[in-house]
């Protein structure tokens, strides 16, 4: 009996290229990648939680109210309504990776000042963009719509991975019983990107990338604590 | 310092498991017996993967590791469910006595097959996976590793635990298991017409 061999016989050959194409049928996994996200964000969430506790340690009291906030912010936007900004994570890691693939027409611009000049032209009482670290480099914005609200979404690079960060008004994001200070938490990690969102005086931003969480988190913690006049951004 | 992209078993996943996620849930299609139970072990499978990453020492190419995951699952699942799949034994040696009828005298149409490639081409894929389906779960597990995901011998024996030889001579008795199977139903439809003499 000939087994499969380096020359298997024509009959095993036929069948063999014959099976090969089973694989080119594409299955629809869209369902299951939702489901998977899910059980995935679930099954990170409590290093989520522990990772800023360690960190923002050394930052005194500042990081001891962030962290609070962080986990009553957690409780509080599982229960945000379907059309608040925080139940669009899908979406927001959709629009990064559409702006990362140059799919969706967008601004060029060189700076966060340009960005800015940008955004305002569009829309006039557009909430203050953050203060990016230095060392980014602005390449593109837009203005979009999530679950119908306005968002501005500035596209940059930093240590060369690309990052978009979503800014909207805090009140489109809603999270009415919470005390009016600053708030931060990680969302999860939706597709490639890891998310993480804030909340800053009446501000809501969400910052998307493939940076690790923590750089991630940094980062984000970067913008709340920079003053807006770092940016040297004329006022409109 | 946090981890580089590169040593994050985080973004290590997202880049190496992820992809292979077309790859199992077709396997895992044609081993459950029906969509739901196929994406409840894709998934197991990933959370594994994911909770293993740190495990993960297999170069570039997840494929061979994860499908050793899902075939251990598919396993505990048989096991768990007293269900035992519905036909060889896990360490069956096909040099063994066969149980299956239709494998002790596997490829009795082999002579009739004229024009194989032909042939071959009018099944469309229903037809294939259907004729996969009833065909032993180690054999079955074997064509769809060797023929259908293209992982080499070594891969495959790898992913099943059997030697490299058990899974050559399982991909030649599966295919032509498979060829008995889907001659039959070409018979039925009138594709082709039995020989006059010697036909089974």
New interface residues.
Partial sequence: ?????PN?G???R??????????A???D?A???Q??RR??AA??APVAIRFPFRVWTAWGSLAAAVAVAFVVLILATSRQPDSSLFAAPDELAQLHEDLVQGRIPTVSVASLDEARLAIERAWRDAPELPALPPDQRVTCCCLRQVKGRHVACVHFIYEG?PITVFVAHAKDAPASDLPDEDRLFISR?VA?V?MVVAQHRDRWLCFVG??????LI?LAQTTLTQPASTTDAPKG | MANRPDHDPNHRFERLVWPCLQTLLRVARHMCRNDHEAEDLVQETMLKALRSMHQFDHGEDAKPWLLTIQRNLFIDRCRAAERRPPTVPLNESLDGPADDPSRADAGRFDAQWAHPEQLLERFGNPDMVAALKLLPVEIRWTLLLVDVEQLDHAQAAQVLGVPVGTIKSRAHRGRQMLRDRLFQLALQRGWVHPLSEGSP
């Fill in positions: 009996m000939s087994v499969d061999g298997p024509p009959l095993d036929a069948t063999r290229r014959r099976l090969a194409r089973l694989a049928d594409r299955i996994t369902g299951l990648e489901r998977l059980a995935i099954e990170r991975t990690c490639n890891n493939e940076l690790p969480e923590i750089e940094q």
